[in-house]
């Protein structure tokens, strides 16, 4: 076998292009581009039908098999030689945040794409098919909750409900999905949830640990859990002036006690500085200078890789919110809940194998981000491989990752979904 260049090839990374999977990431990144050199390429908007109009075209071209089921998330297939054994799968998200950057999600779908690639130009024949594909609204920032197109694939029953999720305007997921249908070449249609064989997705870490190790891989071992609640102070609005203090409820200083009461337990017995404690939301109201505060409204994050800290911590939060009340009254809101989830087992243990054989330097790694690997992990043997991005910033127009660090993830992968894929 011979690669790109003509140079002896032994095997399937061999045959990942670096040029190609950058020149793949610089055409996509034209796709809404904003002027600090970033995305804006927000789920079901014109410009995610163009970019998936674009990755449909790249996949046609080399004849591969494309679909799309019934939230919009997109399938391309290379055959196996056992049409019927369940697919092994990679992918993640073209969608971006409203400054997005232009490697987020988009690595995941163009990195499997250039997989599927290289074993083309190698010639293996797997013995199941190995398909990319791209999962509709991870970002969640025009449709609510994020990582929507995962969630359907694994939940099918939740179909109906999610295609009537509103944007802010009051257009639908529904309709936003007929509209970029329109715009798109047509493919066929796939039934939503098919049996898997094993899913694995590639992405930038999204923050500075690899870099600062001066690792190329990171073997993801999980994703951390979360909890967030939003709590709600309600005191008494009165007159600034007049009012003496021993009248008045003011929620603003009972909400900042309550802050304080909370920092300390949710910083204190974490010297390893894994917890990750946010207060980003305080709304004062009604927010007037000339007005004691008659309420406070403020959101707490929280996140921790393990279920007995997450649950243990979340379960003091309304207690010291009520003893810090004063003469106010305090509601106490849990709105999300995610469990941690381990990746353990094939996945890891492919990806380990693969990047010690290849010679990368690397480390294990817990993601601190969610992604739609969460949603696919109880399907079917599923992890992630995490390569460096610059100064660990995302969520950021100037997002960035180099092309060798991105081909040396594309060839973990590649190795990984081909052993996978012959068993
Ligand atoms: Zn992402």
Known sequence: MTDDKGRNAKRVSDFVSEERLWR?????AKIGATPKGGNNRQALSPEDAEARTLFV????????????????????????????APPVLSGSHLDTQPTGGRFDGIYGCLGALEVLHAVDDSGIQTKRSIEACVWTNEEGTRFSPGCLGSDAFAHPKNLRKFLAIKDKDGVTVGDA????????????????????????????????ILEAQKKTIGVVTGIQGARRYIVTVEGEDAHSGTTPRSRRKDSFFAAVDMVNALKPIFTENDKDDILRFTIGRFEVYPGSLYVVPGRVIFGIDFRHPSLDTLDRLGAQIESVCRKHQGGCTVKVEEIVRVTPTPFTGLIPETVDKATKELGYPYMHILSGAGHDSQNIAPLCPTGMIFVPCEGGRSHNEIENATP????????????????????
């Open 24 to 28: 793949f990431h610089m055409e996509m």
């Open 57 to 84: 075209k790249w996949a046609k071209e080399r004849k591969f098999e494309v679909s799309m089921d019934e939230i919009g998330n997109v399938f391309v297939r290379r055959p196996g030689t056992d049409p019927k």
């Open 177 to 208: 999905l007929a509209d970029v249908k329109k715009r798109m070449p047509s493919v066929d249609s796939r039934p939503l949830g098919f049996p898997l064989h094993a899913f694995v997705e590639a992405h930038i870490e999204q923050g500075p």
């Open 404 to 423: 060798g660090d991105l081909a040396a993830g594309a060839r973990v992968l590649a190795e990984t979904m081909v052993e996978i894929a012959n068993r």
